[in-house]
Nanobody
């Protein structure tokens, strides 16, 4: 069974950092583009970052230069390093995998607050 399991979310102060992880199972991980979406209260779900199977990345303008997406194919895991966090980054963050079939994780809450 395909599973994408996010971890690393939590409460952090403004200016702090978190690293989200998404561990995939049940797929040929290296074939998939991987990424992160987020959904904040009252807002639409938005793409945060994506990394292709070849390692190319793209980011939402709002997180560019603060967030970094990476992948470790040996661990079937994609990461989102989030630095200089702002209250506006508060959202549920969802992992996704894209190839011939697309999959979503269940999400992990990130709350940026003092």
């Amino acid at each position: 069974q395909v599973q994408l399991v996010e971890s690393g979310g939590g409460l952090v102060q403004p200016g702090g950092s978190l690293r989200l992880s998404c561990a995939a199972s049940g797929i040929l991980f290296s074939n998939y583009a991987m990424g992160w979406y987020r959904q904040a209260p009252g807002k639409q779900r938005e793409l945060v970052a994506r990394i292709t199977s070849g390692g190319s990345t793209n980011y939402a303008d709002s997180v560019k230069d603060r967030f970094t997406i990476s992948r470790d194919n040996a661990k079937n895991t994609v990461y989102l390093q989030m630095n200089s966090l702002k209250p506006e980054d508060t959202a549920v963050y969802y992992c996704y995998a894209v190839w011939q079939t697309n999959y979503w994780g269940r999400g992990t809450q990130v709350t940026v607050s003092s």
